[in-house]
């Protein structure tokens, strides 16, 4: 009876760590053929069976979380762990540095390894050399691993090839021939902008029609935004021609890529309208800080309010009543002086330089007819893609300086008014 309790209650003491870098196929093979050896191993030096840690398709070099190597690393502290047993020790790491972390654990908990090929005793100065060795030999391995792929990737770059990855929307596993699908929605998409759609559209008609996003639920601006400008839709690769089936026209392409990366775009269309735009601009009249959005319940009622971001944070021992305003009478009462300063019937308020505010409102025009121009000119038979792109960034400067002169000759030319 005794020794069935002691049977019951013993723990074991050994652990079985097993890891492979990449499993493709999700089968977890490589692991299995690993624990098949290792426990050959664990017979014949008659251990106990053993608490298994595996990491399966995870680099030991590489810089995502092994989870059972740290849950495995904190049972050795705890010294629930005297022998660990790996296939081979480039398994456990490939890092130098936790070469020396296994040596100081075997220091402070009498922890050793094991592997189908060897045993390594890390009391005795061979076997720590003999850790050391073999991990700069496995650190070595990893950085020549990684200077022949980076050298295999240059090549076909080169010759018009994409490198390895996660499979794009609109194309296959192979990442060069065209999702039939996936593609034609593309193909929608590019159609729907140059006709004068925003992104959140587009985002819209993903959502409804598909395909969905690989990282989140729904499409939002910013995800459509980056599937517009990735140039493998047009078939290019590193900004020329490849191998890669296009999507869409280059031309159609460098079109869309402009009117996205036009400031004015992007501001008119690239943006969700903010509901209380006033939060962060207007400030508390009793002690200078910002004003912040908040919503109060009366009546059954959501009101959306500002208020002093002082009193929403609750900081300090301020007793001071601090302002708070409903929201729909401090934004019309914002939007009736602006119209007020800005309209026809304030043109008397204006005094200072009306000339030159015609001037330069005459400018912005023409800088908008250019912008047409050059756009429409990137559809062109032959044309020079790049000078086009960099007279339309040209064009976008100008018009921000003169956009920020025009505000200074407004604010310059009106007389002090104060908000009723």
Same mark, same amino acid.
């Given at each position: 009876?005794?020794?069935?309790?002691? #049977?019951?209650?013993?723990?074991? %003491?050994?652990?079985?760590?097993?890891?492979?870098?990449?499993?493709? /196929?999700?089968?977890?093979?490589?692991?299995?053929?690993?624990?098949?050896?290792?426990?050959?191993?664990?017979?014949?030096?008659?251990?106990?069976?053993?608490? /298994?840690?595996?990491? %399966?398709?995870?680099?030991?070099?590489?810089?995502?979380?092994?989870?059972?190597?740290?849950?495995?690393?904190?049972?050795?502290?705890? $010294? #629930?762990?005297?022998?660990?047993?790996?296939?081979?020790?480039?398994?456990?790491?490939?890092?130098?540095?936790?070469?020396? =972390?296994?040596?100081?654990?075997?220091?402070?908990?009498?922890?050793?390894?094991?592997?189908?090929?060897?045993?390594?005793?890390?009391?005795?100065?061979? $076997?720590r050399m003999f850790l050391r060795i073999k991990g700069a030999v496995a650190r070595g391995e990893v950085e020549r691993k990684s200077a022949r792929q980076k050298a295999a990737n240059r090549q076909k770059v080169a010759a018009g090839i994409p490198t390895a990855g996660v499979r794009p929307m609109g194309w296959e596993k192979d990442r060069m021939t065209l999702?039939?699908?996936?593609?034609?929605?593309?193909?929608?998409?590019? @159609?729907?902008?140059?006709?004068?759609?925003?992104?959140?559209?587009?985002?819209?008609?993903?959502?409804?029609?598909?395909?969905?996003?690989?990282?989140?639920?729904?499409?939002?601006?910013?995800?459509?935004?980056?599937?517009?400008?990735?140039?493998?839709?047009? $078939?290019?690769?590193?900004?020329?021609?490849?191998?890669?089936?296009?999507?869409?026209?280059?031309?159609?392409?460098? #079109?869309?890529?402009?009117?996205?990366?036009?400031?004015?775009?992007?501001?008119?269309?690239?943006?969700?309208?903010?509901?209380?735009?006033?939060?962060?601009?207007?400030?508390?009249?009793?002690?200078?800080?910002?004003?912040?959005?908040?919503?109060?319940?009366?009546?059954?009622?959501?009101?959306?309010?500002?208020?002093?971001? @002082?009193?929403?944070?609750?900081?300090? @021992?301020?007793?001071? #009543?601090?302002?708070?305003?409903?929201?729909?009478?401090?934004?019309?009462?914002?939007?009736?002086?602006?119209?007020?300063?800005?309209?026809?019937?304030?043109?008397?308020?204006?005094?200072?330089?009306?000339?030159?505010?015609? /001037?330069?409102?005459? =400018?912005?025009?023409?800088?908008?007819?250019?912008?047409? @121009?050059?756009?429409?000119?990137?559809?062109?038979?032959?044309?020079?893609?790049?000078?086009?792109?960099?007279?339309?960034?040209?064009?976008?400067?100008? /018009?921000?300086?003169?956009?920020?002169?025009?505000?200074?000759?407004?604010?310059? $030319?009106?007389?002090?008014?104060?908000?009723?």
């Amino acid at each position: 009876m005794r020794d069935r309790i002691s #049977k019951v209650v013993h723990m074991s %003491n050994v652990a079985l760590y097993l890891r492979i870098s990449k499993d493709s /196929e999700g089968l977890s093979l490589g692991v299995a053929r690993q624990r098949a050896e290792c426990e050959l191993v664990i017979a014949a030096k008659r251990l106990d069976a053993p608490v /298994e840690y595996v990491d %399966n398709s995870v680099s030991a070099y590489g810089p995502k979380a092994r989870p059972d190597y740290v849950r495995l690393l904190a049972d050795v502290r705890a $010294g #629930k762990v005297k022998t660990v047993v790996v296939w081979d020790l480039d398994r456990l790491t490939r890092r130098p540095i936790e070469v020396e =972390e296994w040596i100081d654990l075997h220091e402070q908990t009498g922890v050793n390894l094991l592997t189908v090929s060897e045993s390594v005793d890390l009391s005795t100065d061979n $076997g720590r050399m003999f850790l050391r060795i073999k991990g700069a030999v496995a650190r070595g391995e990893v950085e020549r691993k990684s200077a022949r792929q980076k050298a295999a990737n240059r090549q076909k770059v080169a010759a018009g090839i994409p490198t390895a990855g996660v499979r794009p929307m609109g194309w296959e596993k192979d990442r060069m021939t065209l999702n039939k699908g996936e593609a034609d929605q593309l193909r929608k998409a590019y @159609t729907m902008i140059l006709a004068g759609d925003s992104i959140h559209a587009v985002a819209r008609m993903f959502n409804a029609e598909g395909p969905a996003p690989r990282r989140s639920a729904d499409w939002g601006a910013a995800q459509v935004r980056k599937l517009f400008l990735r140039e493998r839709n047009a $078939g290019l690769l590193d900004g020329k021609p490849s191998q890669i089936e296009p999507v869409v026209r280059v031309e159609d392409y460098l #079109k869309v890529r402009a009117l996205l990366e036009s400031r004015m775009y992007k501001a008119a269309q690239g943006r969700a309208p903010v509901e209380s735009y006033l939060s962060g601009v207007m400030v508390c009249g009793v002690c200078g800080k910002v004003m912040r959005s908040n919503y109060s319940t009366a009546n059954g009622k959501r009101i959306r309010n500002y208020l002093c971001s @002082t009193k929403l944070d609750q900081r300090g @021992t301020d007793t001071r #009543k601090h302002v708070a305003v409903v929201a729909h009478i401090a934004e019309f009462k914002v939007k009736a002086t602006l119209y007020g300063l800005f309209s026809s019937e304030a043109q008397n308020m204006v005094s200072a330089n009306p000339e030159g505010l015609a /001037e330069v409102t005459d =400018e912005l025009l023409t800088i908008a007819t250019e912008r047409t @121009t050059w756009t429409e000119a990137l559809g062109s038979r032959g044309a020079d893609s790049s000078l086009i792109l960099r007279k339309l960034s040209e064009l976008a400067d100008r /018009e921000d300086a003169l956009t920020a002169h025009r505000a200074n000759l407004l604010v310059a $030319g009106v007389k002090a008014t104060e908000l009723a």
